[in-house]
T-cell receptor
Framework: SAVISQKPSRDICQRGTSLTIQCQVD?????MFWYRQQPGQSLTLIAT?????????ESGFVIDKFPISRPNLTFSTLTVSNMSPEDSSIYLC??????????FGEGSRLTVL | GESVGLHLPTLSVQEGDNSIINCAYS??????FIWYKQESGKGPQFIID?????DKRQGQRVTVLLNKTVKHLSLQIAATQPGDSAVYFC????????????FGSGTRLLVRP
């Protein structure tokens, strides 16, 4: 079955800097999504990464803060811009299987000091 | 250490007993539901799914029950094992948002030896 790889798996960043997280799927997928999981919380959908067009953001998330790219059917990036300690979270990439279920990467654990 | 599940409701069961994890969903238009298991330091892992035209679906040691009247979903785990210790999330797919899953708040399952 398809596998999602995320890089970096974890990072510690300084306030005010930006970090780009990469998501690579080992087979072509139709839909890719980015979720955030704050400490001790559930998953919140940030945006749908659309291939060849601008991402579709959920309420409370904006492109300037979380720019997303999806240049092809197997790869996407999420950038967390101008980070603050409140951005410390696990960021998860997901993609759809042909059956409709979403599968996830292991996540990128971000700590902002 | 991993903070996933730190602030979530906890269900503690004896090894070998059956576990029942409950979830209430909000949107009566949701037509597809998935249970995910998230172990410490990992991304969510698919367990079982059910569509709204079904009331019950069984897998290996797991059963999902759907009550559309009261918008309630449950996951039953038979003969719970230590490896079942994790955080469990239900997720719903809303009819008007293809493949976009909205996650519930989660329950932490602890299996006592």
């Amino acid at each position: 079955s398809a596998v999602i790889s995320q890089k970096p798996s974890r990072d510690i960043c300084q306030r005010g800097t930006s970090l780009t997280i990469q998501c690579q799927v080992d087979s072509q997928v139709t839909m890719m999504f980015w979720y955030r999981q704050q400490p001790g919380q559930s998953l919140t959908l940030i945006a749908t990464a659309n291939q060849g067009s601008e991402a579709t953001y959920e309420s409370g998330f904006v492109i300037d803060k979380f720019p997303i790219s999806r240049p092809n059917l197997t790869f996407s990036t999420l950038t967390v811009s101008n980070m603050s300690p409140e951005d410390s979270s696990i960021y998860l990439c997901s993609a759809d299987r042909e059956t409709g279920e979403l599968f996830f990467g292991e996540g990128s654990r971000l700590t902002v000091l | 250490g991993e903070s996933v599940g730190l602030h979530l409701p906890t269900l503690s069961v004896q090894e070998g007993d059956n576990s029942i994890i409950n979830c209430a969903y909000s949107n009566s238009a949701s037509d597809y539901f998935i249970w995910y298991k998230q172990e410490s330091g990992k991304g969510p892992q698919f367990i079982i799914d059910i569509r709204s035209n079904m009331d019950k679906r069984q897998g290996q040691r797991v059963t999902v029950l759907l009550n559309k009247t009261v918008k309630h979903l449950s996951l039953q785990i038979a003969a719970t094992q230590p490896g079942d210790s994790a955080v469990y999330f239900c997720a719903e797919n809303r009819e008007d948002s293809s493949y976009k899953l909205i996650f519930g708040s989660g329950t932490r399952l602890l299996v006592r030896p």
